[in-house]
């Protein structure tokens, strides 16, 4: 088993930044993928970003690259998502979560889940 805790979301004006932290304990295995997703009100959880638990490679979805940054702290057992230039359609709830599968973007290839947090990005 995994816990995950999520924090650092809040309300934001388009254009700010906003760094969301992911606090995990457990039961954590070193090929485990933690990822970020998200979900706006009226549609379907979106893959954000995964960073490989062990060797650190990243992966993002291709309309956050340059913007999102995903990072890890393997000694904390904490994940983070550093998003920069934040746009209103930024707005939703932002989930950490564990696979096994490398490189997943498939939300049902997630095993654990947080309970979230959201972001509101203001215009």
């Known amino acids: 088993q995994v816990q995950l805790v999520e924090s650092g979301g809040g309300l934001v004006q388009a254009g700010g930044s906003l760094r969301l932290s992911c606090a995990a304990s457990?039961?954590?295995?070193?090929?485990?993928?933690m990822g970020w997703f998200r979900q706006a009100p009226g549609k379907e959880r979106e893959f954000v970003a995964a960073?490989?638990?062990?060797?650190?490679?990243?992966d993002y979805a291709d309309s956050m690259k340059g913007r999102f940054t995903i990072s890890r702290d393997n000694a904390k057992n904490m994940v983070y998502l550093q998003m920069n230039r934040l746009k209103p359609e930024d707005t939703a709830v932002y989930y950490c979560?564990?696979?096994?599968?490398?490189?997943?973007?498939?939300?049902?290839?997630?095993?654990?889940w947080g309970q979230g947090t959201q972001v509101t990005v203001s215009s």
């Open positions: 979560a564990v696979t096994e599968v490398p490189y997943s973007h498939d939300e049902y290839q997630y095993d654990y």
């Open positions: 457990g039961r954590i295995v070193s090929s485990y993928d």
């Open positions: 960073i490989s638990w062990s060797e650190g490679f990243t």
